[in-house]
Structures are given as C-alpha cells and as structure tokens.
C-alpha cells in the first residue's frame, strides 16, 4: 500500500505546469493535464471562482470559454 501512495505522489509532483487557457484584466482560466483528465481553474481577480475536469484539451477550452461566457467576461465568436 506505501508503494502505491508514493507512485501517486511521485506522478503529482511530476506534473506539468498549467497550460494558461484565458487572461484578461480581471479573469484568467488554466488547465493542467493529469494524464486521465484535464483539470481547469478559473479565477476572477486572482480568486478562483470555478473549476472543472475534461477529457480533452479542445474540451476544457470548450467548458472554460462557456463559464466565462456565463461571467460576461468573454464574447463568443
């Protein structure tokens, strides 16, 4: 059982650094692959505000962008 929790915490640590989907003056939206999902953050003045989890990337940004449609902060094309 140690084995298996030091194998996650080691593929924890050995993530990548978020990828910045979204910044503007007052919002900014992230996601970060951790390898079965990507997981988004949104944050408004630096507070987060929302998150989520996708399959892919191209859906993370998909889920993002309709937040921050919700918020106002972003106009679909």
Not at 9 to 15: A, C, G, I, T, W
Not at 43 to 57: A, F, M, R, V
């Amino acid at each position: 059982m140690i084995a298996v929790s030091q194998k996650a915490e080691s593929l924890h640590n050995e993530s990548q650094e978020p990828t910045q989907l979204y910044d503007s003056e007052r919002y900014t939206a992230y996601t970060e692959d951790l390898e079965f999902m990507w997981r988004w953050t949104i944050y408004h003045d630096n507070k987060l505000i929302q998150e989520g989890c996708s399959l892919t990337l191209e859906a993370s940004r998909r889920a993002v962008n309709h937040v921050l449609v919700f918020f106002n902060a972003f106009k679909p094309n």
